[in-house]
Nanobody
Framework: QVQLVESGGGLVQAGGSLRLSCAAS????????MAWFRQAPGKEREFVAF????????SYADSVKGRFTISRDNAKNTVALQMNSLKPEDTALYYC???????????WGQGTQVTVSS
């Protein structure tokens, strides 16, 4: 089991930056693949970024590629999402999620709100 707590959301103008952080409990954090998802009002939740348990593999949604960077620190049990060149369409509730390799994302945080004004 792992518990996840996101932080770092807020209100920012278009073109600005935010850094989201997700703190995980438990001693087995390094075994989990981690990802960020987001959900805008009236829309379905969508994938944003993925990082493997070792940190050696990352992937991004096309909509954020080149602007967002996912990273993790297994010694500190944290995963981060650096978001640059933010756009109003990035406005959403952002969640981090954890998955055991080969399994679905079974563990989710409560979310942190990101609002980008135009």
């Amino acid at each position: 089991q792992v518990q996840l707590v996101e932080s770092g959301g807020g209100l920012v103008q278009a073109g600005g930056s935010l850094r989201l952080s997700c703190a995980a409990s438990g001693r087995t954090f390094s075994s989990y693949h981690m990802a960020w998802f987001r959900q805008a009002p009236g829309k379905e939740r969508e994938f944003v970024a993925f990082i493997s348990n070792s940190g050696s593999i990352t992937s991004y949604a096309d909509s954020v590629k080149g602007r967002f960077t996912i990273s993790r620190d297994n010694a500190k049990n944290t995963v981060a999402l650096q978001m640059n060149s933010l756009k109003p369409e990035d406005t959403a509730l952002y969640y981090c999620a954890a998955a055991n390799p080969g399994r679905s994302y079974d563990f989710w945080g409560q979310g942190t709100q990101v609002t980008v004004s135009s």
